[in-house]
């Protein structure tokens, strides 16, 4: 990259962003350390007064990266932008070593021993420990094999609670930070999208505690116990949710949800792709994908095609997409108006151009004419067998759910009479976390806060109570020996015998 001095302001944000630190301010200008600069081109595009110009300058010993596709040209002895890879002796070196698993074992922590991993029984109608400073309603023991065992259940009133919901597609439910509201009041907000998936954050301490709560511990348990929902968003969706089924999105039910973004649906395919046209374009609203200048279109062997992408370029042949309701979740309705022009010095006539989406769902096949005119044509065999690969691979569109709770509150005096014990032997998995029988996932830090997907845990096992709180059943399972140590209450124990039910008091 080359400094344009007389553009330059000396604002410093190629100086903040630059990953190898090749950048420095002298005399209120930018000067770029050739040695150390990978010509990455984060400075070209965080530049906001067009000061950066493109200019890679190979010297030799220059070695050029594959590992991603930024394409950093490493010099001897420096590194490549993601610190990763270093140039030495005219050889890329992975700066890291492999690990094998006994190399990181201590940081990995422990996992709960193998007896203890089941409850013996759920805290599915167990019943709640109320007040918190009597023995749960349900503490029994067993044999594990030569260990004797421990599990202790109640069915926990959680303030400290919410729900994320996923919905897999690609369909644009709202903007990030919007409320999600059931008819006209609160519920929650819409999240981050992950991977193909919108994600929407139902409950919380605030929002229980709140003006709304006993809709939003209602709204909470009815997802968690698989019930439809109707939602909506904030200048967004109307949604109706329902945890293991298709998701309906303004009256839409759709049909899949992505194989990856445009950029990784292009590797996946890129062989079948080339056989299907010239240039192939995938829609996405975060990745929009051109084959030519991809990474996988040259490994495969596809020439330039002189086409142009209304989009802003992340690396070559990835695009940073919009959000709408047209093809890939983007803008585009029409999908010769992603095309926003083509170099006819490159392009030539009978060239095919394939626009699609990560879905497979719809395609479009056009033709350079003699003219200069894209014409729209049948979708060929070879793109007709690319879309159907596309949309063979792809998942259908579906809603799950994670519950989100603290039990590191006062129920844990119905458990133990040492509180602090318990926290710090489910943490070190001395003592072993399930909800209605499933396992959980403990956050890591203070309390005892876990999730736990609500797909795995029996439909109407949530409840709530005009406190307002959500109950859930938890079960705590440790060795006898463990028990004993933080304090449990051994008086209240009675043996389990797994072909009798047992009785909640």
């Known amino acids: 990259m080359k400094i344009d001095t007389e553009k330059c302001i000396g604002c410093g944000f190629c100086v903040r962003d630059c990953p190898v630190e090749a950048i420095l301010l002298r005399k209120k200008k930018a000067t770029i350390d050739r040695g150390k600069c990978t010509s990455c081109g984060v400075c070209l595009r965080v530049c906001e007064y067009d000061a950066v110009r493109p200019e890679k300058l190979v010297s030799e010993g220059t070695l050029q990266c594959d590992?991603?596709?930024?394409?950093?040209?490493?010099?001897?002895?420096?590194?490549?932008?993601?610190?990763?890879?270093?140039?030495?002796?005219?050889?890329?070196?992975?700066?890291?070593p492999l690990h094998p698993f006994d190399a990181v074992e201590d940081i990995v922590g422990p996992e709960p021993p193998e007896a203890i991993r089941r409850p013996l029984t759920t805290a599915i109608g167990a019943g709640t420990t109320y007040p918190d400073c009597k023995?749960?309603?349900?503490?029994?023991?067993?044999?594990?094999?030569?260990?004797?065992?421990?599990?202790?259940?109640?069915?926990?009133?959680?303030?400290y609670s919410s729900i994320l919901i996923k919905i897999d597609t690609d369909l644009p439910v709202g903007d990030e930070g919007a409320d999600v509201l059931v008819g006209k009041r609160k519920v929650g907000m819409v999240m981050t999208e992950q991977y193909g998936s919108k994600m929407l954050s139902i409950g919380g301490v605030n929002l229980l505690t709140a003006e709304n709560g006993f809709l939003v511990a209602r709204t909470i348990t009815d997802i968690a116990n698989r019930r439809p929902v109707k939602l909506k968003v904030n200048e967004g969706s109307r949604l109706v949710v329902q945890v293991g089924r298709t998701p309906v999105i303004d009256g839409v039910e759709p049909e899949n949800m992505r194989v990856g973004c445009g950029s990784a649906t292009l590797g996946l395919f890129a062989t079948l792709l080339k056989d299907a046209a010239d240039e192939v374009v995938i829609l996405d609203s975060?990745?929009?994908?051109?084959?030519?200048?991809?990474?996988?279109?040259?490994?495969?062997?596809?020439?330039?095609?002189?086409?142009?992408?209304?989009?802003?370029?992340?690396?070559?042949?990835?695009?940073?997409?919009?959000?709408?309701?047209?093809?890939?979740?983007?803008?585009?309705?029409?999908?010769?108006?992603?095309?926003?022009?083509?170099?006819?010095?490159?392009?030539?006539?009978?060239?095919?151009?394939?626009?699609?989406?990560?879905?497979?769902?719809?395609?479009?096949?056009?033709?350079?004419?003699?003219?200069?005119?894209l014409l729209e044509i049948r979708l060929s065999d070879p793109a007709m067998k690319a879309l159907e690969a596309i949309s063979a691979s792809c998942e259908p569109s579906f809603v799950s759910a994670v519950y989100m709770g603290?039990?590191?509150?006062?129920?844990?005096?119905?458990?133990?009479?040492?509180?602090?014990?318990?926290?710090?032997?489910?943490?070190?998995?001395?003592?072993?976390?399930?909800?209605?029988?499933?396992?959980?996932?403990?956050?890591?830090?203070?309390?005892?806060?876990?999730?736990?997907?609500?797909?795995?845990?029996?439909?109407?096992?949530?409840?709530?109570?005009?406190?307002?709180?959500?109950?859930?059943?938890?079960?705590?399972?440790?060795?006898?020996?463990e028990y004993e140590k933080m304090g449990g209450h051994l008086e209240a124990m009675k043996p389990f015998q797994a072909s009798e039910p047992l009785a909640a008091p």
């Not at 023995?135 to 109640?154: E, M, Q």
């Not at 603290?406 to 602090?420: L, N, Q």
């Not at 909800?435 to 439909?459: Q, S, T």
């Open 67 to 96: 590992a991603c596709p930024i394409n950093c040209l490493i010099n001897p002895g420096y590194l490549g932008a993601c610190h990763r890879y270093r140039n030495e002796g005219d050889k890329l070196v992975r700066i890291t």
């Open 135 to 159: 023995p749960a309603p349900v503490i029994v023991h067993g044999k594990r094999g030569n260990l004797d065992v421990v599990t202790v259940v109640t069915e926990a009133p959680l303030s």
């Open 286 to 373: 975060h990745l929009t994908s051109l084959m030519s200048e991809h990474t996988a279109g040259r490994f495969v062997g596809v020439r330039p095609s002189g086409v142009k992408l209304k989009f802003r370029m992340s690396t070559p042949g990835r695009y940073f997409g919009d959000h709408g309701r047209g093809w890939g979740g983007t803008t585009i309705e029409n999908p010769i108006d992603v095309i926003s022009g083509l170099d006819h010095q490159i392009a030539w006539p009978g060239m095919r151009i394939l626009v699609t989406e990560t879905t497979g769902t719809n395609g479009s096949l056009f033709e350079l004419q003699k003219n200069g005119s």
């Open 406 to 481: 603290g039990t590191g509150g006062s129920a844990r005096a119905g458990v133990v009479r040492y509180p602090i014990r318990l926290t710090r032997a489910v943490h070190a998995a001395r003592a072993n976390l399930t909800v209605g029988g499933a396992p959980a996932y403990v956050l890591p830090g203070g309390g005892i806060n876990f999730m736990v997907d609500v797909g795995r845990v029996k439909p109407r096992s949530f409840y709530w109570t005009p406190t307002p709180a959500t109950i859930c059943p938890v079960e705590y399972t440790t060795t006898l020996d």
